[in-house]
Each structure stands twice: as C-alpha cells, then as structure tokens.
C-alpha cells in the first residue's frame, strides 16, 4: 500500500522551519496533496489528517493504533510526570483523580472568585479607555488560573506569571539546548517554576484542606489504589494545569472579543439575550445555562479560531486511513483547524455564524474538535467553558468597544493563535440594563 502524497523535506529538520513560520503552511499542501499528506517535522515524519473521518479515526484508536506523542520540547517543559505524556491505564488512571478538580461540583465552587476577577478587571479597562488586549487577558487568565487552580491571589504579578510566560514561549520551539534559544530560556524558567510551586505545595500539605482550588483538591485526591500524588507529580500536574487554564484560553477569549467587534449584529444579539438576566445580582450556574445564544457564539469562535491548531500522536501499530498506509513509528497531527475548515463540513467556512450551532443545526460527532476527543479529550473543557461564558455575559452587559485603526489583526499562529499587533482597542462602559 502506497504511503500518503508529499516530501520529508530536508535531512534531519525535513519541513519544521516552514511548519514554525507559515501560518497556512498545512492549507497549501492540503490543497496540493489533498485531506493527507506526509512532511517531516521535529525530526519526526508526520502525516497531517483533516476532515471528521481522520478525527474520528485517529481520536477513538488511542492505545490501539496511536499513543500521545509531542515534540521533544513540549515533552521536557512540561515533565515526565505530567498527565498529556501519560499514555495507556497509567493515563487514565491519572486522569481520573486530577478531573476531581474539573468535576461539576467544583466548578460551582469556582464562580465566585472568577466573577470577582473577572470585575476587578473589567474596572482597571474601563479607567484605561484604551489598551492591547492580549496581554491584558493574558494576565487576566493566569490570574483565574493561580486563583483557582492553585489559590495564589494576583499570580500574573508574581514570579510565578513572569516565569509562566517564557516557559510557554518555548514549548512549540525547536528543542536545541544552547544559550539564547527559546527552548533553553523556557527550560531555566521550569526549574524556577519547580522551586516556587513546591513551596506553594509544602506549605498547603501542612494546612487542612480547604476544596477551594484544584491544588487543595489534589493533594487530598485519592487514585483507585488509595495512593495520594507525590510531591513531583504534584508539581509537573500544577504546570500543566495552570498552561491548560491559561494560554489556550487567553487565545479564545481574544478571538471572542475580536469577532464580536467586526460582527455588531453578533453582538447585538448577544446583548439582547443578557437583558433576561438581572444585572445587578451574581451570576450562577443556572443562567448561564439559560443563555443559549451566547452558547452558539462561543462554539463559533472556537470552530473558526481553535486555540490548538492539532493534536499529535505517534502511531504504535501500522494502520491504513484513506487507502494509505501509515507506518509504525511515524507520527500523525490529527488537524483541528482544518477540520473546521471543510466546507463539507461547514460552508463558507471562513464566515463567522453562530446560526451553525443552533438546536437544527447541531454538527456530527468529531467534526467539531476544539478540546480534542475520546480518551484523551481535554480535562479543563467545562473550566474553559465556564470562564469564557462567565467572562463574555459580564463584558457584553456591561461594555463595549472598537477596533483601533491602523493595526494588523492578521493572526500569529504558533504557539497560539493571538492578533499579530495585540489587539488594540477603545473601551467603556455601556448603559445596557442601567
């Protein structure tokens, strides 16, 4: 059987300079190869996959075709004890007891705090008038993150945000270990994030557990065998924790501003579903809940922007997808982005319309993938989903803004997608709901 259409590229890097610097570096080849095409990247031959037959099949054979795989310098920043390197009953063992901090009782126990958040900042943009976003909702995120996940007040003032950002800079980098590289400045920044949290962490295991955030939560977890997390495995699931609650989100969040200040009917709409709801009185779970509008608009957003472009995985047993053969050993990006850009699947792709998620409309299984699928779907989703309902229900109730002129909106892709010129905009208070 004949291997998937494409080039390997150059010896030893094949294609990853090209992969790191072109945005549309899949979109060209798909249209030259097709829905499968084979490249080589972090000196791994990879077969890109997209379309909702790829995702359902590479998504649903963990374990059997497929185990998780990552480039070597997502693997050392993250840790070898983190749950997204954890594969088989190992993974699933794992992934039981850290979703303690994920589950539906804890989310309700976080509301109060995020809303809190969520205004203190609201307040600090209205006094500035006008500001670049992303880094704002940057600190805006890791501030719900170290709150919640961790129960730090303030996290992205803290030497654990300054050193959050350059470990995240560098884990899609080329893993070359030399002065000044991406990589070896992200590598100093994990062991100082080490050394913070497992002070955060010996002074908790001291105090009696409060439930209030996911690192008290763990601590007292127990797995099936009644085994409680080691101070290091403590220390690698915190990381991924606090990357999980923060950069994809940052990413989302900024798209859903983005989107809605170039679709005012959008926001229109949005607006006029808030009115149901007393602007006075905190929010709960029920109502947002009950906004099924602002629900469609965020599935949008994450259909047309997905904070993470694919999912790697390397193939354990030679398989066939789409008449080719793909070999033990090779590694397969199961492609979220450009799933979500078929227009079998979804016309007019690049057209943003929350109409598509309607209760008439609702997409087949696997061709919508923004927190992945199967085994390994994404832990932190009902987070995720509740700090974007959260944050956008306040925001929209009460303010609004404009695009500043003359800036580049176009979007960086790698690590996460985020406007080139930050997203500049002009913001303040509306009288909605006064």
């Not at 996911?214 to 797995?223: E, F, M, N, V, Y």
């Not at 709801?277 to 602002?294: I, R, S, V």
């Not at 390397?314 to 008449?323: L, M, Q, R, S």
Request: aromatic share 10%.
């Amino acid at each position: 059987m004949a291997l998937p259409p494409g080039s390997l590229g150059l010896p030893l890097i094949g294609d990853t300079l090209n992969f790191l610097q072109d945005s549309q570096f899949a979109k060209k080849r798909h249209q030259q190869y097709g829905p499968i095409f084979k490249t080589s990247i972090f000196g791994q031959p990879t077969v890109f996959m997209r379309g909702q037959e790829a995702s359902l099949f590479v998504l649903s054979n963990e374990n059997q075709y497929f185990v998780a795989s990552f480039p070597a310098s997502t693997r050392a920043l993250l840790g070898p004890l983190s749950l997204t390197v954890q594969t088989g009953a190992n993974h699933i063992n794992r992934r039981k007891l850290l979703y303690q901090a994920f589950g539906p009782r804890a989310l309700v126990g976080y509301i109060g705090a995020m809303e809190d958040i969520t205004q203190r900042y609201l307040e600090k943009w209205e006094k500035m008038e006008t500001m670049t976003w992303y880094p704002e909702l940057t600190n805006y995120t890791f501030d719900v993150a170290s709150k919640l996940l961790v129960g730090i007040d303030n996290g992205s003032e803290t030497v654990l945000g300054h050193n959050f950002e350059t470990l995240v800079e560098g884990l899609f980098s080329i893993g070359l270990d030399l002065p000044f590289t991406k990589f070896n400045k992200a590598k100093k920044s994990r062991n100082l994030l080490l050394a913070e949290l497992e002070k955060i962490i010996r002074d908790r295991q001291q105090e009696t557990p409060s439930g209030k955030d996911a690192l008290s939560l763990l601590i007292s977890g127990r797995d099936d065998e009644g085994n409680s997390l080691s101070l290091e495995e403590l220390k690698d699931q915190v990381l991924l924790l606090l990357f999980g609650g923060h950069d994809t989100l940052t990413s989302a969040l900024t798209s859903f501003c983005l989107l809605l200040a170039q679709n005012p009917d959008v926001m229109a709409k949005v607006r006029a579903e808030q009115q149901q709801f007393p602007a006075t009185e905190p929010l709960t779970l029920e109502q947002l809940k009950q906004m099924t509008y602002l629900e469609q608009v965020l599935r949008e957003v994450l259909r047309l922007v997905p904070p993470v472009a694919g999912v790697f995985r390397k193939v354990i047993n030679a398989c066939e997808f789409g008449g080719y053969e793909i070999p033990k050993g090779w590694s397969v990006l199961s492609e979220i982005t450009q799933t979500h850009q078929d227009s079998q699947l979804y016309p007019e792709p690049d057209r943003f319309d929350p109409d598509r998620f309607s209760s008439e409309r609702s997409p087949k299984p696997f061709s919508y993938v923004p927190f992945g699928g199967g085994l390994r779907e994404c832990l932190g989703k009902e987070f995720a989903r509740l700090e974007m309902k959260l944050f956008a229900a306040k925001m929209v109730r009460e303010f609004e803004w404009d695009l500043l002129p003359d800036q580049d909106l176009n979007l960086i892709t790698i690590p996460i997608p985020r406007p080139r010129d930050g997203l500049r905009v002009k913001f303040r208070r509306t009288t909605i709901n006064s």
